[in-house]
T-cell receptor
Framework: AQTVTQSQPEMSVQEAETVTLSCTYDTSESNYYLFWYKQPPSRQMILVIRQEAYKQQNATENRFSVNFQKAAKSFSLKISDSQLGDTAMYFCAFMGGSQGNLIFGKGTKLSVKP | GAVVSQHPSRVICKSGTSVKIECRSLDFQATTMFWYRQFPKKSLMLMATSNEGSKATYEQGVEKDKFLINHASLTLSTLTVTSAHPEDSSFYIC??????????????FGPGTRLTVL
């Protein structure tokens, strides 16, 4: 069975600084997808970034980028130039290539301080 | 595009009654919809996968007779919590996956429904 582990329950960062959230996963599949979702206080789940396992190049979306280490089964999220609006719960998620459902980590609560 | 709505956003009911939650994909067709449950300060736990026109697939430990799921059209799935009890109080979130393409398609999430059972 696939598992997703987020080892940092809470993190804080100063506005404009950079922060990295860690995520590791376990799977025997070779084809899969990884995601980072943001859940602000409104509780609406928002896709931050996604990575296809077959792609070696790390995904980037503006201030958000990932460090995907397939051999180590690691998928960390880097947020650059942190903004107050980045304050939220961040969930790492795995989707197997043969399945459609997402498996979520326990989440990291990020607080951006002014 | 890719908007998913849920109704109601909040519901309070008495113990023993049934509550229906609707999940709609507003601007795309969703072959597959998912229902999640989220406890306070916890992660999302998949309850069931719903495919249009067929029976839902429930995760282990989820009572299918208690949580009735119907996916009658490509834009609507419903979750009915039958004979609700206080322990069913939770935040329920649905997501919808586009009917275009296979796995790996993005899931679009609804805003969630907070259920409180008195």
């Amino acid at each position: 069975a696939q598992t997703v582990t987020q080892s940092q329950p809470e993190m804080s960062v100063q506005e404009a600084e950079t922060v990295t959230l860690s995520c590791t996963y376990d799977t025997s599949e070779s084809n899969y997808y990884l995601f980072w979702y943001k859940q602000p206080p409104s509780r609406q789940m928002i896709l931050v970034i996604r990575q296809e396992a077959y792609k070696q190049q790390n995904a980037t979306e503006n201030r958000f980028s990932v460090n995907f280490q397939k051999a180590a089964k690691s998928f960390s999220l880097k947020i650059s130039d942190s903004q107050l609006g980045d304050t939220a719960m961040y969930f790492c998620a795995f989707m197997g290539g043969s399945q459609g459902n997402l498996i979520f980590g326990k989440g990291t609560k990020l607080s951006v301080k002014p | 595009g890719a908007v998913v709505s849920q109704h109601p956003s909040r519901v309070i009911c008495k113990s023993g009654t049934s509550v229906k939650i609707e999940c709609r994909s507003l601007d795309f067709q969703a072959t597959t919809m998912f229902w999640y449950r989220q406890f306070p300060k916890k992660s999302l736990m998949l309850m069931a996968t719903s495919n249009e026109g067929s029976k839902a697939t429930y995760e282990q430990g989820v009572e299918k007779d208690k949580f009735l799921i119907n996916h009658a059209s490509l834009t609507l799935s419903t979750l009915t919590v039958t004979s609700a009890h206080p322990e069913d109080s939770s935040f329920y979130i649905c997501s919808a996956q586009s009917s275009r393409g296979g796995s790996g398609n993005e899931q679009f999430f609804g805003p969630g429904t907070r259920l409180t059972v008195l």
